[in-house]
C-alpha cells in the first residue's frame, strides 16, 4: 500500500547575515533611479564573503533542520541535494554533509547531487517523495536541500544575485502534502543562462532571451497543469487558477513574477470559451485574437492583465514574495523560499486545507508546475509553521553593507575562485550563531569547516 500524504514535514531556510541595498546599489552602478527597486522590484540582496561555499550552506540549514526539529540522524534514509554553485566536478555536496550523520553511525543513506540550474531543488524534492512513494522505501524520511550563491559579473544582471538554502523533511502524514497526478514539465535545450566557464562563478547570460524562456516554460506548464486538473477532477466546478488558492514562482526578481501571474490569467483568457470571455474578462475583447507566441514582450497585454488582475496577484502571490524581495534569487532554493514566505505571511488558519501551486524554472531548461495541497490537521499544521518563527527575526538582524564593500567582497571571491591553499579574509564574527563556514583549503583542494557559536538568543 502507498503511503498516504506524502509531502514536507518540516522546513528550514538560511540566507547570509549580509546584504546590500538595492537604492544604495543603482546609485554606486550608475544605474537610473527606481530601476532595480521598481524596475526589478527588488528591496535587497543578501551575499556571502568568502566565507560561505555552498556546502557550508547545506552543512548549515541542514544542521539547523535536524536541531530545531530534533530529528534522528539515524531516520534518515535519502539525501538529495540540488545546486548549481559546483565546487568539485567529482565530489558531491552530499558527501560532505555526511559529516553531520558520522557520529550517529548512519552511512546508509541513499541520494546525491542534481544539477540544472534553478530546478536542481525540484528534482531533489521529486526524488525524494518518489522514493517514498517507491518499492525502495525503507520507512525512514528523506531531506531535500537546496543551496547557491547567485552572483553575477558586474554589468546589469548583478542586482538580480542572491544566496540561501533551504532543507525540506519529506515524509508521510506530512504538513504540506504532494497532489498526486498533478506534475506538469517543460524540458527543452537552450542557452539562456549557463556556466560553461568553470574557472568562473559568474554565468553567461542572455537576459531577454531567458526572460523569454522563464514565459514560455510557464505557458507550457500550466496548459499541461490545467489538462491534467481537469483529467484528475473531471467534475471541478471551477477551471484554471480559481482552483489554486496560491500561485508562488521561481523568483529571479520579482517583478517578473507579478508579470508571470498576468501571464497566467492570460492563458486562462485564451482558453476560455468565447461565449464566456466577454463575462469573465470585460473590456479584454482587444486580445481576443492574440496568441502565446506573439505576446512576450507585448507591453500592452502585459499592461491589462497586470491592472486589471492585480488583486489576484495580491490574494495569490504577493505574500511569497517576501524573501525574494529581501534576499534576492536564491537560485535552487528561490521558489521554496516562496514556499516559507507564504507560511509566515499568513495565520496558520488562512492556509487550512488550501491548495498552492508552485513553478518551478532552471534554465538550460527545466521547469514544473504542481500542487500542494496544506494539510486540514490544525494542531500539526501549527506545530509545522511555529517552527518558522525564527525567519522574520533573522532577517532583521541582518546587517547592511556598502555597496563599495560588497563590490570589493565580490573581486576577492572572483580572484580566489578555486584557489588552493587558501584561508578565506571574510568575517566570520559577522556569520550568524550556528553557521558553518570555509576555515581553509589546502594544497590538495581539501576544504575544512568550522562553525559559529549556537546561541540561543532569539534568532538561531
Ligand atoms: P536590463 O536589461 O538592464 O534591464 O536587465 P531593463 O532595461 O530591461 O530594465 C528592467 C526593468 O526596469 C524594465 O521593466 C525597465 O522598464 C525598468 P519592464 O519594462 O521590463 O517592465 N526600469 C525602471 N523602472 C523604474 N525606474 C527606473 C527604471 N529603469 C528601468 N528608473 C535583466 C534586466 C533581468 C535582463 C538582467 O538583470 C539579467 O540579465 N538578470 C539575470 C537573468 C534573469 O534573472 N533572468 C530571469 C529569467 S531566467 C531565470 O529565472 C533563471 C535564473 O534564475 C537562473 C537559473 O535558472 O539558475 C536566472
Same mark, same amino acid.
Given at each position: ?48 564573503? #568568502? ?7 547545506? @552543512? ?28 568539485? %566536478? ?47 522505501? #525503507? ?55 549557463? %556556466? ?74 485564451? @482558453? ?9 474578462? $470585460? ?5 481576443? #485574437? ?42 535552487? $532554493? ?16 488562512? @492556509?487550512?486545507? %488550501? ?9 538550460? @531548461? ?11 490537521? %490544525? ?43 587558501? =584561508? ?8 550568524? $550563531? ?21 546561541? =540561543?538568543?532569539?534568532?538561531?
Amino acid at each position: 500500500m502507498w503511503p498516504e500524504n506524502v509531502g514536507i514535514c518540516a522546513i528550514e531556510v538560511v540566507f547570509p547575515s549580509q546584504y546590500v541595498d538595492q537604492t544604495e546599489l543603482e546609485q554606486f552602478d550608475g544605474a537610473s533611479a527606481g530601476k532595480y527597486t521598481i524596475g526589478l522590484g527588488q528591496s535587497k540582496m543578501g551575499f556571502c564573503s #568568502d566565507r560561505e561555499d555552498v556546502a557550508s550552506l547545506c @552543512l548549515t540549514v541542514v544542521s539547523r533542520l535536524i536541531e530545531r526539529n530534533q530529528i534522528r540522524p539515524q531516520d534518515i534514509g535519502r539525501l538529495e541535494v540540488g545546486t548549481e554553485t559546483i565546487i568539485d %566536478k567529482s565530489k558531491s555536496v552530499k558527501s560532505v554533509l555526511m559529516k553531520l550523520f558520522a557520529d550517529s553511525g548512519n552511512t546508509d543513506i541513499e541520494g546525491i547531487d542534481t544539477t540544472n540550474a534553478c530546478y536542481g531543488g525540484t528534482a531533489a524534492l521529486f526524488n525524494s517523495v518518489n522514493w517514498i512513494e517507491s518499492s525502495s522505501w #525503507d520507512g525512514r524520511y528523506a531531506l531535500a536541500v537546496c543551496a547557491d550563491i547567485a552572483v553575477y559579473a558586474k554589468g546589469a544582471a548583478r542586482p538580480t544575485g542572491g544566496a540561501g538554502a533551504i532543507a525540506m523533511l519529506v515524509g508521510p502524514n506530512a504538513s504540506l502534502i504532494f497532489e498526486r497526478g498533478l506534475r506538469a514539465t517543460h524540458m527543452e535545450h537552450v542557452y539562456d543562462f549557463y %556556466k560553461p566557464d568553470l574557472s568562473s562563478e559568474y554565468p553567461t547570460v542572455d537576459g531577454k532571451l531567458s526572460i523569454q524562456c522563464y514565459l514560455s516554460a510557464l505557458d507550457t506548464c500550466y496548459q499541461l497543469y490545467r489538462k491534467k486538473f481537469e483529467k484528475k477532477y473531471p467534475d471541478a466546478a471551477q477551471v484554471g487558477l480559481d482552483n489554486l488558492d496560491a500561485l508562488i514562482f521561481h523568483t529571479p526578481f520579482c517583478k517578473l513574477v507579478q508579470k508571470s501571474m498576468a501571464r497566467v490569467v492570460f492563458n486562462d483568457f485564451l @482558453l476560455c470559451k468565447s461565449t464566456k470571455r466577454a463575462l469573465k474578462y $470585460p473590456g479584454l475583447e482587444r486580445f481576443n #485574437d492574440a496568441t502565446l507566441a506573439n505576446t512576450y514582450f507585448d507591453r500592452d497585454v502585459e499592461k491589462a492583465f497586470m491592472i486589471q488582475f492585480n488583486d489576484t496577484f495580491e490574494r495569490k502571490t504577493r505574500k511569497s514574495l517576501l524573501l525574494a524581495n529581501q534576499v534576492g534569487n536564491m537560485y535552487t $532554493p528561490s521558489v521554496y523560499s516562496g514556499l516559507v514566505s507564504l507560511l509566515i505571511s499568513n495565520t496558520p488558519e488562512e @492556509l487550512l486545507g %488550501k491548495r498552492i501551486g508552485v513553478f518551478s524554472y532552471g534554465s538550460g @531548461l527545466a521547469a514544473s508546475m504542481y500542487s500542494i495541497l496544506v494539510t486540514k490537521d %490544525k494542531q500539526v499544521f501549527q506545530q509545522f509553521v511555529s517552527k518558522l518563527d525564527y525567519v522574520l527575526p533573522m532577517l532583521n538582524t541582518r546587517k547592511k553593507i556598502a555597496p563599495e564593500v560588497f563590490s570589493e567582497l565580490m573581486e576577492v571571491r572572483e580572484k580566489n575562485n578555486h584557489a588552493a591553499s587558501y =584561508t578565506p579574509s571574510g568575517s566570520v564574527s559577522a556569520l550568524f $550563531p550556528g553557521t558553518y563556514y570555509l576555515k581553509h583549503v589546502d594544497d590538495k583542494y581539501r576544504r575544512t569547516y568550522e562553525r559559529t557559536s549556537v546561541i =540561543t538568543n532569539g534568532v538561531h
